[in-house]
């Protein structure tokens, strides 16, 4: 066994999966990343006209730490190094790494199924669609917001891949962006889509399954009216 894991390692490193001293991560956890990126930039070229959404300033209150998250996660050094927070949690095992990886892999495809059943109703900002739609199909069965577990759990595969200890505040950073982020949302989406809306926060987690609404959308909206 030491030795298939001694030789497993090697091929890592020699095809560059495993991420090298220094903070640096490999292929397999940024591949995904690329895939999602791409698919992202090609998609967002079909989406139906926004008829009210959130104020520049209110957008950045949630990206500021979302920015900050995936800035000490991804940023490989610093002109300055990173001190104490390049620091490792734990051995650098190809183990943790493989899982990660694994994670990262998970987090991006799940992403991906729900960018699709969400069509032309997605935004990259909190926003109201011309004709908005409660979508209800495939990862929305599980979650409210598949596209934001996904990406989180993405994170978190990339947290645990990197080992150093400035990936645990990123990654809370990260959840503290979507958070914020769902909570907005829900309220601005809530009168516009109604009962149904009412209902399939109650029966459907936000987030991740088993912990019910949280984080709770709070009960007013923030929309800009159209004009």
Not at 166 to 193: C, D, N, Q, S
Request: hydrophobic share 50%; aromatic share 12%; with cysteine.
């Amino acid at each position: 066994m030491h030795l298939l894991l001694h030789l497993l390692r090697h091929l890592a490193l020699h095809f560059g999966l495993f991420h090298a001293r220094g903070g640096t991560l490999g292929n397999a956890v940024l591949l995904p990343w690329e895939i999602f990126l791409a698919v992202w930039m090609v998609a967002s070229l079909r989406a139906r006209r926004t008829v009210a959404s959130e104020t520049i300033p209110q957008r950045w209150q949630y990206l500021a730490p979302g920015l900050l998250g995936f800035v000490l996660v991804f940023l490989p050094e610093t002109p300055w190094g990173w001190g104490v927070l390049g620091m490792r949690m734990y051995p650098d095992t190809l183990t943790l790494y493989v899982v990660g990886a694994t994670l990262s892999w998970i987090g991006i495809l799940f992403t991906l199924w729900a960018r699709v059943c969400l069509g032309s109703f997605w935004s990259g900002r909190i926003s109201v669609k011309e004709g908005h739609q409660l979508v209800q199909r495939g990862p929305y069965r599980l979650v409210r917001h598949p596209i934001y577990t996904g990406l989180f759990v993405a994170v978190l595969g990339a947290g645990l891949a990197l080992g150093e200890l400035r990936a645990a505040p990123g990654v809370a950073a990260v959840l503290l962006m979507y958070a914020i982020k769902l909570r907005r949302e829900e309220a601005m989406l809530a009168p516009h889509l109604g009962d149904a809306y009412a209902a399939y926060r109650q029966r459907t987690p936000a987030l991740f399954p088993g912990l019910g609404g949280w984080p709770a959308a709070r009960q007013r909206s923030i929309a800009t009216p159209p004009q």
